[in-house]
């Protein structure tokens, strides 16, 4: 059974930073393809940002330059930096683990505002 935990949401500024960060029990992390999405309210989920098992990255237009995914296989732990933050980047953040099938976790929620 694959489990999706994320943390590091909360309330920030505009321009502020958060760091999200996602712990996953998953046999053989290394495999799988690991991403980022968001979902505001009233809207779709999106994809915010992805990272490969060979460590290829792609972005959003709307978070490239701003926003930076990186994994630790040792830890099994995939991470989203967010730097310059917009009111725009408000939503629910889920974590999401994929192979053949996709597996997602809770969501934790990042706020904007000043």
């Known amino acids: 059974q694959v489990q999706l935990v994320e943390s590091g949401g909360g309330l920030v500024q505009p321009g502020g930073s958060l760091r999200l960060s996602c712990a996953a029990s998953?046999?053989?992390?290394?495999?799988?393809?690991m991403a980022w999405y968001r979902q505001a309210p009233g809207k779709q989920r999106d994809l915010v940002a992805a990272?490969?098992?060979?460590?290829?990255?792609n972005y959003a237009d709307s978070v490239k330059g701003r926003f930076t995914i990186s994994r630790d296989n040792a830890k099994n732990t995939v991470y989203l930096q967010m730097n310059s933050l917009k009111p725009e980047d408000t939503a629910v953040y889920y974590c999401?683990?994929?192979?053949?099938?996709?597996?997602w976790g809770q969501g934790t929620q990042v706020t904007v505002s000043s």
């Open positions: 990272i490969t098992s060979g460590g290829s990255t």
């Open positions: 998953i046999t053989i992390f290394g495999i799988y393809t």
């Open positions: 999401n683990a994929h192979r053949i099938t996709h597996y």
